[in-house]
């Protein structure tokens, strides 16, 4: 049991030290327009690593608080789950729980196919109004 304690404190030093560094990339990403506009998928990215980040560390602290207040009551599965570290955790790309895992996949491959789709589309139209202002400036 005491070879767990510094898996605990690791938790909490990496999740607040990648808390800090996406905090400051993604303030640097957000602080110019032009930046904000080129990389917004990136940075929406950088939050939700964050935030992944935050419940590692969350989770460190919760746990570290419950191994030295020595607490040994037995609870449920239902506020076992909502623990403030396992609500953000349900949330990110790695989750434990296989339906959020597929669910965020599904989602991931959707937004691809639809970003393809529209990047044609767009082209599409774009070289139809190209053809018809060539045809103008001719006449």
Known sequence: MILIIPLLYAYIF????SVIIHCFFGYALA???????????II?????????????MIAGIGRLGM????YNKL?????????????????TSDSQI????DMFLIIVIVTSIGSVVLYIAVYAMT???????????MV
């Open 75 to 91: 609870v449920s599965r239902r506020q076992c789950m909502l623990m403030p570290w396992n609500i953000l955790l349900a949330w």
């Open 67 to 70: 191994f030295y207040s020595n």
């Open 14 to 17: 990496l999740g607040l030290v």
């Open 31 to 41: 602080r110019n327009q032009t930046l904000l506009q080129r990389y917004r998928v």
């Open 44 to 56: 929406a990215e950088i939050v939700a690593n964050g935030v992944s980040a935050a419940a590692l």
């Open 127 to 137: 070289r139809k109004n190209v053809r018809s202002a060539r045809k103008i400036q």
């Open 98 to 101: 296989p339906f959020f895992a």
